[in-house]
């Protein structure tokens, strides 16, 4: 079984900088992508930002040059870093890995969710 542990989040102003972090914990043999996806109340899943194995990163567009969103491989986790923080970036963060289990076995894996919240 596999299990993100997410880190960071919390309050800034708008303008303000936050990091947020996610581990990846478990029978792991491999994580082709992980990314973070945000959720505000009554509404969808947004793609934030994702990360290939082999670092090729994808975007927002609401986001792009504001947000950088790295990994740490040996580590299985992944780091997003959250720069000139916007009112509407208010919502709770949730991050995902996709990958392969010690059986070679598929997974797709959720973490709990952190909220993050830009207000004056």
């Known amino acids: 079984q596999v299990q993100l542990v997410e880190s960071g989040g919390g309050l800034v102003q708008p303008g303000g900088s936050l990091n947020l972090s996610c581990a990846a914990f478990?029978?792991?043999?491999?994580?082709?992508?992980m990314g973070w996806y945000r959720q505000a109340p009554g509404k969808e899943h947004e793609l934030v930002a994702m990360?290939?194995?082999?670092?090729?990163?994808q975007y927002a567009d609401s986001v792009k040059g504001r947000f950088t969103i790295s990994r740490d491989n040996a580590l299985n986790t992944v780091y997003l870093q959250m720069h000139s923080l916007k009112l509407e970036d208010t919502d709770v963060y949730y991050c995902?890995?996709?990958?392969?289990?010690?059986?070679?076995?598929?997974?797709?894996?959720w973490g709990q969710g952190t909220q993050v919240t830009v207000s004056s």
């Open positions: 478990g029978s792991i043999f491999s994580i082709s992508g």
């Open positions: 990360i290939t194995s082999g670092g090729s990163t």
């Open positions: 995902a890995a996709l990958g392969a289990d010690t059986n070679y076995k598929a997974f797709s894996v």
